[in-house]
C-alpha cells in the first residue's frame, strides 16, 4: 500500500479515484503546524531556532497519517506545487520523522499543476526529493514575518495605543494606501479648455477634430486655461476655413495578452465581475479541486498560484485546436505563441492559469457551475483561447487640418482607426480608457487639400481629477510592478488591512482609516526604511535567491534583525511627546489642514489659547488642546495655569464651522416624534454616535462606516436609533427576521444565523425575498448557530435540582450535570449508568473528597446569585483576542462593568457604556493592559 498525502478532502477523495486500490490517499487539512502566537517562537538568539504547534485537530489528522504509514510501502507528498506547499509536506515528513513510522520506507515527492487523471499519473511517474531551499524560503519568510509581527506590534501598543498590528508586506501595502490618499487631498484642481470643431466632408460625412496648435505653437491638454483663451480661439475658428493638409493611415497589430498569472486574474476579475481578490481565489480553488462532470470530479483549471505565463505544449495544442473548429484557420497563428515569464524565480514560476481542457467550452460548463463559478471560469477560457489567436490587423488613420482666418492660422487633428481583422478582439478584450475610445473611432475618407464644411465649433471647460484611490485589483497591479509580496500573499495582505480597520472598502475603492494612517506615519517617522519599497522588494528578492538556492536563509534573517530590533529598542525608549510631535508634523495636512482665512489651523477654536495636538488614550488617538488637563473630576476645574479646555475631536471628524466640536457639546438634531425626546449628534472617543434623550442610560448608536458626521440630520439619526429593524416572518417557522449593525458590518439575523449585508444602507431597505435568499446561503456555507448537545440516556435529577444525563463526546461518553461534565470511566456503557453512578461522578468532579456537598454548595450560591440575573453573566460578548483569550463585558456589582479577558478582568475607563463600547476597544483595552504588564 501506497499513502498519498494532499492538502484537501475533495483533491484525496478525486485523486484516491485516479490511483487505484494500491493507493490511499490522505488529507492534511493545509497545514498541520505553525509557530505559536507568543513571544519566543522565534528565538534570534539561538540562530533562529523555531518552536512549531500542532493544534488538536492537526494532531488527530497526523496521528491517522502516522498510523497509516506504519503498514504502508511507500511514502508519497502530493501537496501543492508552490513554496506552501512544499513547507505542508516538509513538516509531515518532519512529525512521521520524530514519530520513528518512516523506518526504511521510501519518500517521494511529485507535483501536478491541474487535477486531472492524465497529470496525476504522469506525476506519479516523475517523482522527486522535497525541494530543501524553496523549504528553507519558507521558514524565512515565516520567521521574518514573525518576528516583525511580534516585535514591532508591542512597539505600536505602547507608542499608538489603538493600534492593532503591523507587518512586513502589509505594512507597505497600506502606505501604498495612504500616500495615493495624501494625493488626492493635496490635489490642486486646474482648469483646462478644449477647442472641438464639428466638420463635414465634401460629401457631407460628419467628424470631429482638435485644435493642436495656434500661430504654430503646440497646445499642450492644460494649454487653455481660462474661458477668455478659448473663447478668443472659438471665434477665430467660428470664422475660419478648414482644409485638409495631410492624411497619413498605417498598420498597426494588436497582439493578444498573456494567459493569466495570479495577480492579471485577481485584476480582471474584479474589473469584469466585481469580485475581491479574496473572493476570486476561493472560486478559483474550488475550479482547481474539481467539479463533478457527469459522476466523476475534474479539476477545470490549473494552479490558481502562479506568476508564469506558460502554458504546457499540450494545452496550447489544445487552444489552437479549438481556435480552428469554432473560428476559422485564419484565426490561428502560424507558429504557437509564447510568453516568457516575468518571474524572478524560475522554481517559484508554475504554468499560468488556464483550463484543464480548453475543448470544455464555458457554455457546457455552465451547468455544471454555480453563476460566480460559471463567470470565472470562462474569464480564464476566454483569455487562454485568445492568448494563442491571430493578432488583431487595424488601419489608424491620422488627419492633419489647417484653419485660416485672415493672417491667423491653427492647426487641427483628428484621428481614428479601422478595425481590419479583429483576430483575438473576437473573442476577449479588456477595458479600455477614453482616448482608446476617440482613438477607435472611425473616420471617413478624405484627400490632402479636401476644403471642409464647419458645422460648429464647441469650447469645453473641464478640471483636472486626482489621481484615483486604488480598487483591490489597482493595488496588486501596483505591488506587483514594485515587487511587494508574492501571488500568495495579495489576498490575506488585503484581507488583513481590512480585518484591522486599517482600510474601508467603498464603492469597491480603498479608503484608508484614521487609525491606519497613524500606523503609516508612525512606520515612517520611525521604521522608514522597513516601510521603502525599494527594501520591501530587494528582501523578496533575496527571499526568491533562497528557494534558488543561492543565498543562506539564515544569513539573510541575521542581515534583517539585528538593524531592525535595533531600531525597535531605541524607539521604545523614545517619550511619547517626542512620537506625538513627529506625527503632528507628518499627518499636519490630514489633521491640521490649512484654513482658508490664513489663521493657524491648530489654534484651539474653544479656549483660543491653547494649541491643538495628536493625542492617546486606552482606545486610540485624538485631537486634543495643549490645555486639557486629565486631573478635571465632577465638572470641577483645578486651579491651575492656564484653565483647563476640555476640546477634543477625532482626526478627521467632518469639522463645523469652527473645525471641530468639543466633546461635550452635543448638536441638536431635533425632537423624537414618538417619545418627545431630543435627538443629538455627538462625538466621542470612539468617533461620532447619535443619542435619544438625556436619561442615565440612553440609547445610542454609533454612525457606520461610511456615514458622515456633517450629513447627518433628524431623519438619519432616528433610523439608527430604531434598529434593530424587523425584516419579517421567516416562511419555514415563522420566526422574525431583523436587520441591524454590528462589529462586522450590517446584517440580517434569523434564529442565531447571521447573514452580512452589503452596505448600511440596506438595513433600511432590504426585503423578506432577499433576507431570506442570504440566509439560506449563509446556512449552506455552515453558517449559523450550533443545535444543543442531545443527551444518549436522562437520568433523573440532581438532590440540589437540575437534570442529569449522559453525553457523547470526542473524547467518549461523559456524564453532564449543569456545567459539570465527568468522563466516565473507560469500559463503561453509556446505556449501563445509573442515577445514582452519575451524581456519585459529578460531585467527585465538582468537589473532589466531599463532592456532594460542594457541589450542592456551589448550586445553593448560583441559585443565590441568580436573582440579580446578569451580575454574573456577560452582558455583550466580542469573540476572540487576535492573540487567543475570549473577551466578554461583564457586570461586576459594586466595582462597575468591567471587561473579562480570559480569566483577567479589566476597569473600564470612567464615562464608557457597554452600548457604545466596541471588539476595537475591547483589544486596545487588554493590549494596553499587556504593555502595563510588561
Known amino acids: 500500500m501506497n499513502i498519498v498525502i494532499v492538502e484537501s478532502p475533495a483533491k484525496a477523495k478525486t485523486i484516491n479515484k485516479y490511483l487505484g486500490k494500491d493507493y490511499k490517499v490522505l488529507a492534511s487539512y493545509g497545514h498541520v503546524r505553525d509557530l505559536p502566537p507568543k513571544d519566543g517562537s522565534v528565538l534570534p538568539d539561538e540562530d533562529f531556532q523555531m518552536t512549531w504547534t500542532t ?44 514519530r520513528r513510522v518512516l523506518k526504511d520506507k521510501q519518500v517521494e515527492r511529485v507535483v501536478f499543476n491541474a487535477i486531472t487523471k492524465s497529470s496525476i499519473l504522469e506525476a506519479m ?88 496648435a495656434f500661430g504654430g505653437k503646440k497646445i499642450s491638454k492644460l494649454g487653455i486655461s481660462n474661458e477668455e483663451q478659448a473663447t478668443k480661439l472659438k471665434t477665430m475658428l467660428e470664422g475660419a476655413s478648414f482644409a485638409v493638409t495631410s492624411v497619413e493611415s498605417k498598420p498597426q497589430r494588436r497582439n493578444p495578452y498573456a494567459p493569466f498569472t495570479t495577480s492579471t486574474l485577481q485584476q480582471e476579475a474584479s474589473r469584469k465581475c466585481g469580485f475581491s481578490a479574496s473572493r476570486t481565489m476561493q472560486i478559483a480553488q474550488k475550479l482547481y479541486e474539481g467539479i463533478n462532470l457527469g459522476g466523476e470530479t475534474t479539476g477545470l483549471i490549473t494552479y490558481m498560484r502562479t506568476d508564469g505565463v506558460q502554458i504546457a505544449p499540450e494545452a496550447i495544442s489544445g487552444a489552437r485546436k479549438v481556435i480552428g473548429q469554432r473560428f476559422g484557420d485564419q484565426y490561428v497563428p502560424e507558429k504557437p505563441r509564447m510568453y516568457s515569464s516575468k518571474a524572478k524565480n524560475a522554481q517559484e514560476a508554475h504554468e499560468a492559469i488556464r483550463p484543464t481542457d480548453p475543448s470544455r467550452h464555458p457554455r457546457d460548463m455552465a451547468r455544471f457551475l454555480d453563476p460566480d463559478e460559471a463567470r470565472l471560469y470562462e474569464l480564464i477560457w476566454q ?37 481590419r481583422f479583429d483576430g483575438f478582439l473576437a473573442l476577449y478584450q479588456e477595458g479600455r480608457d477614453d482616448e482608446e475610445e476617440e482613438e477607435s473611432r472611425r473616420l471617413p475618407a478624405m484627400n490632402k487639400g479636401d476644403a471642409l464644411i464647419k458645422h460648429n465649433i464647441q469650447a469645453n471647460q473641464h478640471f483636472t481629477e486626482p489621481p484615483p484611490r486604488f480598487t483591490e485589483a489597482t493595488l496588486v497591479k501596483k505591488m506587483e510592478e514594485l515587487g511587494i509580496g508574492r501571488p500568495s500573499t495579495y489576498a490575506a495582505t488585503l484581507q488583513t488591512l481590512r480585518d484591522r480597520g486599517y482600510v474601508d472598502l467603498d464603492k469597491k475603492r480603498l479608503i484608508p482609516q484614521d487609525k491606519g494612517r497613524l500606523v503609516t506615519a508612525f512606520l515612517e517617522g520611525f521604521f522608514d526604511r522597513y516601510v521603502e519599497y525599494d527594501f520591501t522588494a530587494s528582501l523578496e528578492d533575496q527571499l526568491d535567491k533562497i528557494s534558488a538556492g543561492e543565498l543562506e536563509w539564515k544569513e539573510v534573517l541575521r542581515l534583517f534583525w539585528e538593524p531592525f530590533n535595533a531600531i525597535c529598542q531605541e524607539v521604545v525608549k523614545r517619550s511619547n511627546t517626542e512620537v506625538l510631535d513627529a506625527l503632528n508634523d507628518i499627518l499636519r495636512e490630514h489633521v491640521f489642514p490649512d484654513k482658508e482665512d490664513g489663521s493657524d489651523p491648530r489654534k484651539c477654536p474653544l479656549c483660543e489659547t491653547g494649541r491643538l495636538s495628536l493625542k492617546v488614550s ?53 425632537t423624537d416624534p414618538a417619545t418627545g425626546l431630543e435627538v443629538s449628534l455627538r462625538t466621542g472617543r470612539f468617533g461620532p454616535y447619535v443619542q435619544l434623550g438625556e436619561e442615565a ?29 424587523e425584516v419579517g416572518l421567516h416562511p419555514e417557522d415563522q420566526k422574525p427576521i431583523t436587520a441591524g449593525l454590528g462589529r462586522f458590518g450590517p446584517f440580517v439575523l434569523h434564529d442565531g444565523t447571521y447573514a452580512n449585508l452589503e452596505s448600511a444602507d440596506e438595513v433600511f431597505s432590504v426585503g423578506i425575498n432577499r433576507a431570506v435568499a442570504l440566509l439560506a446561503e449563509k446556512r449552506a456555507k455552515g453558517g449559523g448557530r450550533r443545535a444543543a448537545a442531545k443527551p444518549l440516556k436522562e437520568l433523573g435529577d440532581h ?127 487588554v493590549n494596553a493592559k499587556k504593555a502595563a504588564e510588561n
Open 55 to 98: 493544534d488538536p485537530k492537526s494532531q488527530k489528522r497526523l496521528s491517522e497519517i502516522a498510523e497509516a504509514v506504519k503498514g504502508a510501502d511507500k511514502l508519497i507528498l502530493a501537496t501543492d506545487p508552490d513554496r506552501e506547499g512544499e513547507a505542508i509536506s516538509w513538516h509531515v515528513l518532519d512529525v512521521l520523522k520524530k
Open 125 to 212: 511517474k516523475n517523482p522527486r526529493p522535497l525541494d530543501e531551499p524553496l523549504v528553507d524560503a519558507y521558514l524565512a519568510r515565516r520567521a521574518l514575518d514573525y518576528l516583525v509581527g511580534f516585535t514591532l506590534s508591542p512597539v505600536l501598543w505602547r507608542k499608538l495605543p489603538g493600534a492593532r498590528s503591523a507587518g512586513r508586506v502589509q505594512s507597505v501595502a497600506l502606505r501604498l494606501v495612504c500616500e495615493r490618499e495624501s494625493e488626492i487631498e493635496s490635489f490642486k484642481t486646474q482648469e483646462y479648455w478644449s477647442i472641438l470643431a464639428n466638420l463635414d466632408t465634401p460629401e457631407k460625412a460628419a467628424f470631429q477634430a482638435r485644435l493642436a
Open 383 to 419: 483569455r487562454t483561447i485568445a492568448s494563442q489567436m491571430e493578432s488583431a490587423v487595424l488601419e489608424r488613420t491620422t488627419v492633419d487640418i489647417e484653419a485660416r482666418n485672415g493672417s491667423e492660422h491653427a492647426d487641427l487633428r483628428a484621428s481614428g482607426s479601422v478595425v
Open 618 to 670: 486606552r482606545f486610540g488617538a485624538f485631537v486634543g488642546c495643549s490645555n486639557y488637563n486629565k486631573d478635571k473630576k465632577d465638572g470641577k476645574v483645578p486651579d491651575v495655569d492656564p484653565p483647563h479646555c476640555g476640546y477634543t475631536r477625532q482626526l478627521n471628524l467632518d469639522q463645523e464651522a469652527e473645525g471641530g466640536q468639543a466633546s461635550d457639546g452635543p448638536t441638536i438634531l431635533g
Open 697 to 725: 442610560k440612553p440609547k445610542r448608536s454609533s454612525l457606520p462606516r461610511g456615514w458622515s458626521a456633517s450629513a447627518m440630520d433628524l431623519e438619519k439619526a432616528l433610523q439608527l436609533l430604531s434598529l434593530p429593524r
Open 799 to 925: 438532590p440540589s435540582g437540575g437534570a442529569i444525563g449522559v453525553y457523547a463526546g470526542r473524547y467518549g461518553p461523559y456524564v453532564k450535570w449543569e456545567k459539570v461534565n465527568a468522563t466516565l470511566p473507560k469500559g463503561t456503557e453509556p446505556e449501563s449508568v445509573t442515577l445514582e453512578q452519575a451524581i456519585e461522578l459529578v460531585n467527585a468532579k465538582a468537589g473532589g473528597k466531599g463532592g456532594k456537598k460542594k457541589a450542592a454548595t456551589k448550586t445553593a450560591a448560583s441559585k443565590k446569585t441568580s436573582a440579580s440575573a446578569g451580575a454574573a453573566g456577560a452582558l455583550k460578548e466580542f469573540g476572540e483576542h487576535p492573540e487567543g483569550g475570549a473577551m466578554e463585558l461583564r457586570d461586576s456589582g459594586r466595582l462597575g462593568i468591567r471587561l473579562k479577558w480570559g480569566k483577567t478582568f479589566i476597569s473600564l475607563p470612567k464615562g464608557t457604556t457597554a452600548e457604545s463600547f466596541t471588539f476595537d476597544d475591547a483589544v486596545t483595552l
